[in-house]
């Protein structure tokens, strides 16, 4: 019901939020299987495309997720109204940058020293970050 009373000008950077949190979460759930698939094998092509996804895909989503929700929410003033989760979503994409770039430094890590724990450590990091990002979709979603 709110997108049939919202202004267009919302539309753009609504749009690129959006895009940008659905390639956050599949990019991060990709690399995460990536990752565990890592855990047993020894093959260097694994933990190569675990760095390169995380640079190429992950980083540059959330980047489009982040700018994009602060261009909409510079859009709609809600003042001292703020919604709870968009409170949320900030408590999950900030501290997210973090955890992303640990698994940065963990997929680094695996590349250089051929797997071993760094791959483990990059695979616990992208999946508890993927199902914090699975709370704010649904937070954002159905807005409880």
Sequence with gaps: MLALV??????????????GAMLLVGTTAATAALAVAGWRSEREWIFSATLRSLLIGVLPA?????VAAQWVLDKWDYGDNEPGWVGVGFAVTEPGLILLLLALLFAWLARRRNGGWPIKAAAVV????SAALAVAWWVMSAKP
């Design 6 to 19: 919202r202004p267009d000008s919302f539309n753009v950077p609504l749009f690129l939020h959006v895009l």
């Design 126 to 129: 992208l999946i508890v970050y």
């Design 62 to 66: 959330w980047l489009l997720t982040r």
